[in-house]
């Protein structure tokens, strides 16, 4: 059974900082494909940003020079270094886990940025 805990999101000042951290129960960690999403009420939930088993990332555009993803294979888990936050970055933040067609989801933490 995968289980995926979030932590560190809160209530940060605009171009205030937050670093997201997910812990991951799962012999698979590493051979996963791990991902940030975020949800925003009334909107539908998006990529945020996304590393591979091999460490090749992507980003949102919106979050592109602002945002890092990283994970540490040996502890299982993965992080969301956010910078120069902005209102629009509030949200619920939830890690993911693709392993082959199989997807896990964490229950979320909530970032909330005011301007």
């Known amino acids: 059974q995968v289980q995926l805990v979030e932590s560190g999101g809160g209530l940060v000042q605009a171009g205030g900082s937050l670093r997201l951290s997910c812990a991951a129960s799962?012999?698979?960690?590493?051979?996963?494909?791990m991902g940030w999403y975020r949800q925003a009420p009334g909107k539908e939930r998006e990529l945020v940003a996304s590393?591979?088993?091999?460490?090749?990332?992507n980003y949102a555009d919106s979050v592109k020079g602002r945002f890092t993803i990283s994970r540490d294979n040996a502890k299982k888990m993965v992080y969301l270094q956010m910078i120069s936050l902005k209102p629009e970055d509030s949200a619920v933040y939830y890690c993911?886990?693709?392993?082959?067609?199989?997807?896990?989801w964490g229950q979320g933490t909530q970032v909330t940025v005011s301007s």
């Open positions: 993911n886990l693709k392993y082959g067609s199989t997807s896990y």
């Open positions: 799962a012999g698979i960690f590493r051979f996963s494909n």
């Open positions: 590393i591979t088993s091999s460490g090749i990332t």
